[in-house]
């Protein structure tokens, strides 16, 4: 995130809430985001995150993207391998292969 934000590149977070996997309310989210933010040292980073709600996290990053003419997608991921990616699938690998826009992963 330093490294974009030294290129000039606005990095904004998402936040996606799903109607049945893990949903939070409101409050929720914001002590969830404000937690983050002062973990990792970055309350200045309030104004980048967006919360944002949709059934699926495929279409709500990509539907994100289209609507804020983002250039380019960038994400954690768990790198499963094997039968626990097999069954679990995989986000970042649903992005790659439906967006016309770069996505960058980075292992966690």
């Known amino acids: 995130m330093e490294l974009l934000s030294k290129l000039g590149k ?3 977070l998402l936040h996606i809430n799903l109607p049945n996997a893990h949903f939070l309310s409101t409050d929720e989210i914001e002590d969830k985001v404000s937690k983050f933010l002062k973990e990792t040292n970055r309350e200045d980073w309030k104004d980048n995150v967006a919360l944002i709600s949709d059934y699926n996290v495929e279409e709500a990053i990509l539907g994100y993207a289209d609507k804020h ?4 997608i960038a994400m954690i991921t768990e790198g499963r391998t094997g039968l626990n990616h ?3 699938g995989s986000i970042s ?3 790659v292969n439906h ?4 996505v960058f992963t980075f292992k966690k």
Do not use: W, Y
């Open 93 to 95: 690998e649903d992005l």
């Open 99 to 102: 967006s016309n826009l770069p």
């Open 69 to 72: 003419n983002i250039d380019a």
């Open 10 to 12: 606005k990095v904004t």
């Open 86 to 88: 097999l069954f679990g």
